[in-house]
């Protein structure tokens, strides 16, 4: 069983920025694409950002320019810094691991709350 173990969720006023972290098992952090998705009440969960092994990213439209997905090798975890939050940026972020194949595996962390609020 594979666990992705996020952190960094919590409750920030609106322009306010937080940092959310996802520490994945060596073995699969180097193959599989590392990202993150959100899911607000009432909606379908949507990507976030996405980060392949070889540096490539892909941002959600409404985050572009506000957010920015990094990784460090060294220690498995992957980043998602979210500057300029606003209202309608909260939701539950989840971490997510897919390995490209047909059909692809996913893996999912336990999600973490972000609420942007004044």
């Known amino acids: 069983q594979v666990q992705l173990v996020e952190s960094g969720g919590g409750l920030v006023q609106p322009g306010g920025s937080l940092r959310l972290s996802c520490a994945a098992p060596?073995?699969?952090?180097?193959?599989?694409?590392m990202g993150w998705y959100r899911q607000a009440p009432g909606k379908p969960r949507e990507l976030v950002a996405a980060?392949?092994?070889?540096?490539?990213?892909n941002y959600g439209d409404s985050v572009k320019g506000r957010f920015t997905i990094s990784r460090d090798n060294a220690r498995t975890t992957v980043y998602l810094q979210m500057n300029t939050l606003k209202p309608e940026d909260t939701a539950v972020y989840y971490c997510?691991?897919?390995?490209?194949?047909?059909?692809?595996?996913?893996?999912w962390g336990q999600g973490t709350q972000v609420t942007v609020s004044s």
């Open positions: 980060l392949t092994s070889d540096g490539s990213t």
């Open positions: 997510n691991a897919r390995r490209l194949m047909v059909p692809p595996v996913d893996y």
């Open positions: 060596r073995s699969i952090f180097s193959i599989y694409v």
